[in-house]
Every structure is written in C-alpha cells, then in structure tokens.
C-alpha cells in the first residue's frame, strides 16, 4: 500500500495528521516533503492544480524521467545523422 497523508513533526515524533491502517511496530517508509508558506500548500506548483499527482511515488516519477530521457537521447541521435 502507498498513500501520501500530511503529518506534523513535534517533539521528536513524526505525527500523522489522519487515520492510518498500521500494525503496531510495523516498518514503514517515509518521504518527507516540507510544505509551502501557505498553509497546507506543497511546494510542488502544480499539486493545486492536478490533485491526483498526490497519489505518484517517487519512483513511478524517476521512471518517467528515464523514459523522457531515452526519448529525448533517441530523438538527439535521430537528428545528428
């Protein structure tokens, strides 16, 4: 299960900020991302205007990334001939 939930950082402790479905002791990975100025606000600009760019993990973007980059190299070659 992935999922991106909000969570405040206090004594410490890393504190979800909602309900989540966790074993106790359960082993867990965690991303952190500081929010923007603006309160609840990411600092990735365009979260506001596509929410469901939330639910990509870090590496579904870094495959994408290879992806464009294989294009882009294949399209540099293409054009140097």
Request: proline share 4%; no cysteine; aromatic share 6%.
């Amino acid at each position: 299960m992935e999922r991106v939930i909000e969570a405040v950082y206090q004594d410490k402790v890393i504190k979800p900020l909602e309900e989540v479905d966790l074993e106790e002791n359960e082993r867990i990975r965690v991303a952190i991302i500081k929010l923007g100025a603006e309160e609840g606000r990411e600092s990735y600009p365009l979260f506001g205007a596509f929410p469901q760019l939330r639910e990509i993990t870090e590496r579904e973007i870094e495959e994408g990334k290879r992806i464009w980059e294989r294009g882009l190299e294949k399209q540099i070659r293409i054009l140097e001939e």
